[in-house]
């Protein structure tokens, strides 16, 4: 099976026949202190949104080489430790390709964060996170990556990008993905 198929972590029919496109989303951790950096997006999909890093995953890299450099290229930190906590499935209606974002948390890095083009990093409590501000779905599965449990989760999002109206989500053993 192509090491990249996330069909055995999904099994509905209706889920394998779409087109998927590849993401990353990156939360750099300060685990001494509790806090993740979160960016506020300033251009683009999700804008005005506070969220990790991350972006489409490029044809010539892998997943998690991706993630590394999105980190950089949008918080100016470089990745010493980097592991994958969750997949996410986002559908949004009246579109044909899901969203397979793959997320990670990294607790080693090097640099300090600074304000790019695409995001303006600011720090957050892990346990008093901005929900308010960021994207509905992140509320639900932010308490695995509390608990220290790998998830797998799809949203059904309306065509408004904002709400969604179903949603799965449950804890998994590993997520290996190249
Ligand atoms: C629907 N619920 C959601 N919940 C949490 N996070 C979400 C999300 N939907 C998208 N995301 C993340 O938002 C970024 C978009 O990336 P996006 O700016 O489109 O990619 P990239 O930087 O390659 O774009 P450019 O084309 O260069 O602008 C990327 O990290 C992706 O994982």
Known sequence: MDPRSVARFVEDAEHQAMAHRL???VFPMDE???RVLLGMKKRGFGRDKLNGFGGKV???????KGAERELTEESGLVTKSIKQCG???FYFEKDPVAMEVHVFLVDRYEGAAVETDEMRPQWFGIRDMPFERMWADDSHWWP???RGQKFVGQFWFKADQVT???HTLRAVDSLDFA
Not at 58 to 64: K, L, M, Q, S
């Open 23 to 25: 993401y990353t989303l």
């Open 32 to 34: 001494q202190n509790d």
């Open 58 to 64: 490029e044809a010539n890299e892998t997943i998690t």
């Open 87 to 89: 997949l996410l499935l």
């Open 144 to 146: 695995y990556v509390l």
């Open 164 to 166: 969604f109206t179903q």
